[in-house]
């Protein structure tokens, strides 16, 4: 019997995702200042250049165009031009400025009695982040940890499959294991993702409250107040998986974990020992300023 080459496994990073998405879709994505700042934050460094200064430089230019952050605006002669997408520029200068509506999230809440410190989310994120894993591997432990939910991602990724009634561990599933944490987190959320309108759930909605939860404070609760019913379940979906905290379904506030902090970030490296040495990356403010005076013409 021939036995057919195994396709390595492909994880895409925020750029190669965003850039899949419908020019519709990304557009209503900029109408939200947080998901501005993370696109930007991610773009590569001759992208943010050619932001920053408008050059011209091809590799730059085909980046911001991939994203439609250029929008192809033929100057006099019928030369090729862009012009900056009038949508993210607009709420990229409000974010910046730290305008525009507050997000629901961050709605004031009563201190909470059962507050949990980041040494517990830390802890929480990797217990049920690793009872994936374990459930991947066929650990008897891990067979009523999983949901039934997170299943079906397995299942549709290609990285488990259906075998007499039982679930198994596919190549592709093997490689997943030997990624560091983020690129598991990512890649695993990209297969959720691409099934949420037959879930009924809103793509747009998902992938901005993901967007927001970068910004947010690690070790503080936020409000789900204001969520509808299917964000209330997307947050439940994310919970399941360590990306977020909550005691209980109808406790109105949730705790990023540092999965979600580090989640916008694609496929660089989540650090979970918060005692290791790190880098504070400081822009300055002549950079800064830069931008602002070339967003607001």
């Known amino acids: 019997m021939a036995v057919s080459k ?19 879709t990304l557009e209503k994505l900029y109408n939200h200042p947080a998901t ?23 590799e730059a230019v085909e980046a911001l165009c991939e994203l439609h952050l250029y929008v192809e605006y033929p100057v006099p002669g019928g030369l090729p031009g862009w012009i900056l997408n009038p949508t993210f520029r607009k709420n990229l200068k409000v ?26 989310l830390d802890t929480y994120a990797m217990e049920r982040w690793e009872a994936l894993l374990h459930f991947m591997v066929g650990s008897q432990q891990a067979e009523n940890t999983v949901s039934s939910d997170a299943i079906k991602v397995l299942l549709h990724s290609g990285l488990m499959r259906k075998e007499n009634d039982s679930n198994i561990i596919t190549t592709e599933g093997f490689q997943f294991l ?35 939860l970068s910004f947010l404070t690690l070790g503080k609760d936020y409000s789900t107040g204001d969520m509808n019913e ?48 790190g880098y504070i990356v400081v ?5 800064f300023m830069h931008i602002l005076i070339l967003i607001s013409k």
């Not at 005691?247 to 660089?268: C, H």
């Open 6 to 24: 195994s396709q390595s496994l492909k994880c895409k990073d925020l750029h190669d995702y965003l850039k899949t998405l419908s020019a519709a």
């Open 36 to 58: 501005c700042l993370a696109v930007f934050r991610e773009l590569p460094t001759l992208s943010k250049q050619c932001y920053r200064f408008f050059l011209q430089h091809l």
């Open 95 to 120: 974010a910046l400025l730290g305008g525009g509506k507050p997000w629901a999230v961050c709605a004031i809440l009563e201190k909470d009695k059962h507050a949990r410190d980041v040494n517990f």
């Open 178 to 212: 030997l990624m560091t944490t983020a690129s598991q987190v990512w890649h695993f959320m990209l297969q959720y993702l691409d099934t949420v309108e037959e879930r009924g759930l809103n793509l747009v909605d998902c992938l901005t409250f993901l967007f927001q």
């Open 230 to 277: 299917s964000m209330l379940v997307f947050v439940q979906h994310l919970r399941e998986l360590g990306i977020v905290y909550q005691r209980k379904r109808r406790s109105g506030r949730f705790y990023p974990t540092r999965l979600a902090i580090n989640l916008a970030s694609g496929l660089k490296e989540v650090n979970l020992d918060v005692n290791k040495a």
């Open 283 to 287: 822009e300055t403010t002549i950079v």
